[in-house]
């Protein structure tokens, strides 16, 4: 954990937007994993299935406050919103578009395109079809171009040099 946390903590912030948030996150996250007998051949194994606790965890969460804001509104009242949520290495106007997401499709763009995890993987850990990533990545990078005024595609590339040649694939 102390090789790691610094890594997961990072990783969570792209997810929630706030430090605080994050580190509570990730240590709801260890907690569950190794409060139990989970038994890891690597740290990598290890580091890999918290990452993947944290991101049901965000989504768990934002299912909560999507049910908790329906009860607010039934009573009358709505909840005082958050303060806007700073991600370093992220511009504001990033936060923003990424903040209007849906948790889950939110959650989707961030292992895609941060976190670099394949379709089949990002299906994985949040336990969905790939045909549901595939629609919620495309759906989140079509916003956050509507947001931003930018283009791009849902698709990541990866590039490749080996031996002053450039091969471009898809990830």
Same mark, same amino acid.
């Not at 890594?7 to 996250?29: F, I, K, M, T």
């Not at 909840?79 to 936060?95: K, M, N, Q, Y």
């Not at 931003?148 to 590039?159: A, I, K, M, R, Y």
């Given at each position: 954990?102390?090789? @790691?946390?610094?890594?997961? &903590?990072?990783?969570? %912030?792209?997810?929630?937007? *706030? !430090? $605080?948030? /994050? ?57 005082? @919103?958050?303060?806007?949520? &700073?991600?370093?290495? %992220?511009?504001?106007?990033? *936060? !923003? $578009?990424? /903040? ?72």
């Amino acid at each position: 954990m102390r090789e @790691r946390y610094p890594r997961l &903590v990072a990783y969570a %912030l792209h997810l929630v937007g *706030e !430090r $605080a948030a /994050a580190e509570d996150l990730v240590q709801e996250a260890l907690v569950s994993t190794f409060a139990g007998r989970a038994r890891f051949s690597s740290a990598a194994e290890a580091e890999s299935y918290v990452r993947r606790s944290v991101a049901s965890r965000y989504i768990d969460q934002g299912r909560r406050r999507t049910a908790e804001g329906a009860a607010w509104r039934r009573v009358g009242s709505e909840p005082v @919103r958050d303060v806007e949520p &700073v991600v370093p290495g %992220l511009t504001s106007e990033v *936060e !923003r $578009a990424l /903040a209007a997401l849906s948790p889950r499709v939110r959650a989707c763009v961030v292992l895609r395109h941060m976190d670099d995890l394949s379709v089949r993987e990002t299906a994985r850990v949040l336990k969905l079809s790939e045909g549901a990533v595939k629609r919620y990545v495309s759906d989140g990078v079509a916003a956050l171009n509507a947001a931003l005024g930018t283009t791009s595609s849902t698709e990541p590339h990866v590039v490749v040099e080996t031996s002053g040649r450039t091969v471009r694939r898809g990830a």
